[in-house]
């Protein structure tokens, strides 16, 4: 099934951005991904449990690393990518 993700990161209490861009490069290592990143929030396309699979994983991984932080997640079914 195919699935959309928009999803925000927000470090509580720290310098934001080196958390947020490693949270980012993370995400664009799995295979069958499509992530875009715009100012807000970053997008992600693809199958629903390869994007489930890997948000929890790097969530995880950012809780144990960088400590508390705030995750906004909008999920849809189906692939609303737009093509530029």
């Known amino acids: 099934m195919e699935t959309s ?3 925000s990161l927000y470090p509580l209490g720290r310098e934001y951005v080196p958390e947020i861009k490693a949270f980012v490069k993370q995400l ?3 295979n069958g991904l499509d992530v875009q990143v715009s100012g807000m929030s970053t997008q992600i396309f693809g199958d629903y ?3 489930m699979n890997a948000l929890t994983d790097e969530i995880e991984r950012s809780f144990k690393e960088n400590g508390k932080s705030v995750f906004v997640l909008k999920i ?4 609303l990518k737009k093509e530029k």
């Open 5 to 7: 993700v928009e999803i």
């Open 28 to 30: 664009k290592g799995y």
């Open 49 to 51: 449990r390869t994007i």
């Open 76 to 79: 849809v079914d189906g692939h």
